[in-house]
């Protein structure tokens, strides 16, 4: 296709996605819909080779070069500079004549094709030559209302959007020439400034991942209602196979936006009441979306995320934009119809928390004391009554796990989430009910146990990314949690992560098996450096240069049972109390066992020296008083370990227990480089709700007014400190409104599991987006679970 080459303007009926190198993904997509007979609104391409050219002729390239040439990632406030020059350089130099003649001469013929002063949406469609499938524009810019008058500036804006912050780091870091990074821009038809109904749908659930779904949320007027957060939208799931709707919501419309004919902008209006608590598009326009939506996602092949529209006046509904939706991906455990069919007729034999999706099948084995985990084998259901960190290498060789106890966040929950294998928790009385050797069949989606062995093989879910097509570049960095260091390698590679937001020891110390006070008692102080040394430094080199949180040993007392010398040292010693969760741990007995915590940090110090990964960072868990906090500390920079000598190395805390939120200020003066909010523990003491009792798993909920008040202030006091926020907890991958609240407050990072990592990023990227929309249309809203920011604030009742 060499003649799209050299053009300037390129009409979406002459695109495929094969021209990504032409015009961009954006712009690929509205061409394949186009010609897929997908009812998109008409437009063109301002292709990548009139960027270039507008770069080349005019000098702009050795003049952004020379802004270039002295960039430090490291400052913030210069690559903000850099990026305001040279966007500001890009939009002050006037397009060529004959490029900016087919501009117009384009809008002209869409007016033919359309109405007469026809109003556009402009939107910035990233490529790269040699290079496509990267997403290299960071954040779209995107320009609504647009008239001929102001076209050209909204190309030039377009233009420079390639030389936003994030995308000027993004392309450092991989090492991408910025010269051969281009841009088209899409310019389409905007539908009517205040539509019957804007939104999106999926091919695909965006949460449970289940493919024979289609999810559509619906509200009135322009679609930035719904992405900004002002508006609830109706949400309607249609089956796919019978194409019904199964299941209606109607959502809080109380605004909508609409554009004003007058100036041109977007505003908000009010919803009459009568119109708020009906849903907003009848059926038959749900299921004809429905239908849409299948024939794009079989023309594709993919699950797709697709916007849509409708037109007030002439009752027509419009594609506006189609991407692959890569938050679930090819599941590795998705079973074919036929086994499903099977499935769903099977006798249920126990019912618990779906917690790891996926499904496993093979013979019981029931082990009620860690003591005889050697006795799983491989393709076994495990079935006990709770894991800890010592079952580990049973878990590893089960087709499934099922336990009578535990939540969401139990350790049973996390970890075979990062193993990949499907479980069911709370189940109650599964170790009653399943026999030893009876033959079932576990299914980690729905929380069911079946009568027989409905699969012939083995079957795990697998942590898989599924097909990345673009990755989207996040001003919030999208870390991993990790407690194998094996899988390092495997997670660095799928998930793309930013770094390792938590690097638990726990697995670590099972593996040499001996409690550290018998190891040293038989001078193998030695080996258990050597052992944490090289985990670490298989983490660390996986993921390098990115950062790698390592979190100091945080046994509970209990747990120190599984490994030789447990009883001696832990429960002889007197340290097993009634309740471990808030025992002998974490900081405090760092400063009462100070030469075992000494060897994690000669580990440390050894990675960061002698194989120079510079990347690995310190946390210190289940912080209490400042007191202690102050003789970690110490001992911590006895060992050479100093952020205030050496500011390449951080040291971060935990923040789990309720005293460490009102003390907060006062570690920030510590000197701390940045707190992870530990959301299952902190939810637990907040709410005085054991996480792991199933019984009380419904008032166990991260999203608690007192919960989110905690992590709003403690947020607040982080930044005016200039210390960096992440979270860790299963939160914001089990809600996404939680992870948009955490966004609006300005979190550094958010740390997930491995399966959730892919999901987490497009989610954020899309909350990125609306907060951008938000400036544009001049609101600003920090909401979760109908809170305003003024009742989030507590401390503010006083004032």
Known sequence: MSDKSKKYILWFNELTKEDIPYVGGKCANLGELTRAGAPTPKGFAVTAYAYKKFITETGLVNKIKSVLKNIDLSDFNKLNKISRDIRNLIESTPIFPEIKQEIFDAYSKLE???????????????????????????????????????????????????????????????????????????????????????????????VTGDHTKILIEASYGLGEAVVSGSVTPDTFIVDKNTMKIIEKQI?????????????????????????????????????ELARIAKKIEEHYGIPMDIEWAIDRETRKIYILQARPETIHGVQTAKKPAAAASQISDSKILVKGLPVSPGVGA????????????????????????????????????????????????????????????????????????LKSNQLVTVDGSKGFVYEGLVQKTEEKSTPTTGTVFEQPITATKIYVNLSIPEKAEQVARETLADGVGLLRAEHMMLSIGKHPKLLIEEGGAELMIDKFAESIRIVAQAFHPKPVIYRALDFKPDEFLALEGGEKYEREAGHIGPNPMIGYRGQFRYTKEPEIFKLELAAIKRV????????????????????????????????????????????????????????????????????????????????????????????????????????????????????????????????????????????????????????????????????????????????????????????????
């Open 608 to 799: 960061r020296e002698k194989y120079n990964l510079k990347n690995v960072h310190l946390m210190i868990p289940f912080v209490r008083t400042i007191g202690e906090f102050r003789k970690v500390k110490e001992i911590i920079y006895s060992e050479g370990l100093n952020p205030e000598q050496d500011p390449d190395f951080w040291l971060w805390i935990m923040l789990e227990v309720p005293s460490a939120v009102f003390i907060i200020d006062k570690l920030c003066a510590e000197g701390i480089n940045g707190i992870s909010i530990g959301s299952n523990d902190l939810t637990m003491l907040i709410l005085g709700v054991d996480r792991n009792d199933a019984s009380v798993q419904e008032i166990y909920d991260e999203r608690d007014i007192a919960v989110l008040r905690a992590i709003n202030y403690v947020t607040k006091v982080c930044k005016k400190y200039g210390v960096t926020v992440s979270i860790c907890g299963q939160a914001p991958s089990v809600y996404p409104e939680y992870a948009e609240f955490l966004v609006r407050l300005g979190v550094t990072s958010i740390s997930v599991n491995p399966d959730a990592v892919i999901s987490t990023r497009l989610h954020v990227a899309q909350i990125e987006k609306k907060l951008a929309l938000e400036k544009v249309t001049g609101k600003s809203k920090l909401k979760i679970g109908g809170l305003e920011e003024d009742e989030l604030d507590f401390w503010r009742i006083l004032s």
């Open 112 to 206: 033919n094709l359309t109405r007469k002063n026809v109003r556009l949406s402009v939107r910035s469609s990233a490529t790269a030559e040699d290079l496509p499938g990267a997403s290299f524009a960071g954040q779209q810019d995107t320009f609504l209302n647009i008239d001929r008058d102001h076209l050209i500036e909204a190309v030039l804006k377009c233009w420079s959007s390639l030389y936003t912050p994030r995308a000027i780091s993004y392309r450092h870091e991989k090492g991408f020439d910025h010269e051969k990074v281009l841009i088209s821009v899409a310019v389409q038809e905007m539908v009517a400034p205040d539509p019957e109904a804007q939104g999106v749908m999926f091919t695909i659930h965006p």
């Open 251 to 287: 959502g809080k419309k109380a605004t909508k936006d609409v554009i004003d004919v007058k100036t041109g902008k977007v505003v908000t209006v009010p919803v009459p009441k009568e119109e708020q608590e009906k849903l907003c598009i009848p059926d038959e326009y749900v299921l």
């Open 362 to 433: 093979g013979p019981v084995n029931i082990i009620l004391d860690s003591s005889e985990i050697n006795k799983i084998q491989k393709g076994d259901i495990l079935v006990t009554k709770m894991t800890t960190p010592s079952w580990v290498p049973a878990m590893k060789k089960s087709a499934a796990i099922v336990t009578d106890e535990g939540g969401y966040t139990c350790h049973a929950a996390i970890v075979s989430r990062e193993l990949g294998v499907p479980c069911v928790v709370g189940a109650g009385n599964a170790t009653a009910v």
